[in-house]
Every structure is written in structure tokens, then in C-alpha cells.
């Protein structure tokens, strides 16, 4: 969760900055030295701290992963993914092992649903200058009806890290929503 907390804030500083940066190039050269973020002074050191917008296709990568999982076809996941892959789930449970053994966990769990609908609120590629690792940021909205017919909704956010265009490791957060939104019927 810190990890994630810093790259979020990370990545709110550097589109702030990307921002500024912008203003001040069409205000001259004089105005460029001054930078934003060189003029706050915060009051952590992140780990995570040099950003720029990664590649879309890693975020095609992480959504076909997810409408995988919504369309209850897990074993295709499994081409998505790193031979050695780590999890950190939203229920605190982890995971670290091959493709082939985090794809017969997913299909056990996804067999506890008839049903999962996913709304992608938001998502973007970063990269980390820093460490040199892509991410992939998302925020969604799940329902899912189990096999007794109990729906349940939940707002999520993620980030997958992304090694060699496969998905390598991933952290989710999750809160359990009061009612299902009704615009997941649009």
C-alpha cells in the first residue's frame, strides 16, 4: 500500500509538473529554469519519484487481462503473463509462483461467480525513470454475482508492473461498495 501510495503521488507530481513545464516553454527561456516541483518542498523522499507516461500498449495488455477475468476465460490469461509472477490481492493474501499456478487458483476463485462486470474508471502506463519498471495504474468498478445470486459491488485500484510486455506483478486495493452502481448497465 505505501509503495502504491508513492507512485501515486508520484505520478500527480509529474503530471503537475508535465503541466507547468508547458506553460512555461511558450513563456521564454528565462521562465524554463524555473520548475515547479523544485519549489515545494515535501515533506517524504519517495522511492518512486521521476515519471513519464508509459507505453498504451501495456494498458491493452492489463485490460485484456481484466475482460479475461470478466468473461470467465482464465486460462487465457495465461498468455498474458510472466513465467514467474507475484500478486498482492486485495484480501491481503499473496502470491508468488508460475503462470500455470496463479492460472488454477484464478479459475477456482472465478468459479465461485456467474457473473463479474468491470467498469474502467480510469487507467495510464507510467513508466519509472527512477528504476527503470512500466506500471500500469487502473481504478475500477467490479460487481459480481455469486452462484447463490448474491450481488456484490466494489471500487478497486490497481497497479501492474509490466517486465518484457507481460504482466510480472500486480497490487490491489478494493473497497466494498453499499449498492451496486446502476451505470454498470450502460
Known sequence: MKKLSLLLAAVS?????????KKDDKMGDEKKETKTRDNVTYPYKAEYSDFKMGDPNHTKL????????EEN????????LADTVGASFADGSKFMGT???LIKMGEMF????????????AFMPVHNNDKNEDY???????????KSGKVDSSGSHAFYQIK??????????????TAPPAMMDK
Not at 507530481?13 to 513545464?21: G, H, P, R, S, Y
Not at 476465460?73 to 498474458?80: F, I
Not at 495504474?137 to 459480481?144: A, F, H, P, S
Open 13 to 21: 507530481i509529474l503530471m503537475a509538473c508535465n503541466n507547468e513545464k
Open 110 to 121: 472465478r468459479a465461485n461467480y456467474s457473473s463479474v462486470k468491470v467498469r474502467m474508471d
Open 99 to 101: 503462470a500455470d499456478s
Open 136 to 146: 500500469v495504474l487502473i481504478w475500477e468498478t467490479d460487481i459480481t454475482t455469486d
Open 62 to 69: 492489463v485490460l485484456d487481462f481484466a475482460k479475461c477475468w
Open 73 to 80: 476465460r482464465v486460462a487465457d490469461m495465461k498468455a498474458l
Open 164 to 177: 518484457n510486455n507481460k504482466i510480472a506483478f500486480w497490487g490491489e486495493y478494493q473497497q466494498k461498495l
